[in-house]
């Protein structure tokens, strides 16, 4: 399947949507959901057009997973966390939405369950 630059994070990226970001480095934007699914749930994603596990290069997947760590980390402290949940989803079947490559980071406290 072909990435399409239009989707809809390629637009935050470019800035032409905004978004809550929380951490870029050269390679990577992590930013809020918009719909969260927890008390804190960051996106990770790479800066250079990927859409999926499926399409990603070996140097993509190293630095998303960087920045996924560097968020489970800092999710931790911020939301005084309890664990983490990462989910990541792989074309329409998968439960793909958006299909620009991305992590969710979950935040878990202790009981709770995720949203929908
Ligand atoms: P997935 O593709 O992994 O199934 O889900 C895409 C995720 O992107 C969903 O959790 C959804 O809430 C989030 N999302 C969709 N549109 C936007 C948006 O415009 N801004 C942000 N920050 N998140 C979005």
């Known amino acids: 399947m072909k ?9 935050i990226l470019r800035d032409e949507i905004p978004s809550t970001r ?3 480095d050269d ?4 930013f809020m959901d918009i719909m969260p699914r927890a008390n804190g749930h960051v996106l990770v994603i790479p800066k250079t057009p990927c859409r999926n596990m499926l399409d990603a290069t070996p140097e993509q997947i190293a630095a998303v997973m960087k920045t996924v760590q560097r968020m489970s980390r800092a999710l931790m402290v911020a939301f005084d966390a309890d664990g983490i949940t990462l989910q990541q989803f792989n074309e329409d079947a998968g439960g793909q939405e958006v299909f620009h490559l991305h992590f969710h980071v979950l935040a878990r406290h202790a009981g709770d369950r995720l949203g929908a």
Do not use: M, Q
């Not at 399409?4 to 637009?11: C, R, S, V």
């Not at 390679?27 to 992590?30: K, P, R």
């Open 3 to 11: 990435y399409d630059p239009e989707n809809i994070f390629g637009k």
């Open 27 to 30: 390679d990577t934007l992590a």
């Open 22 to 24: 929380v951490f870029e």
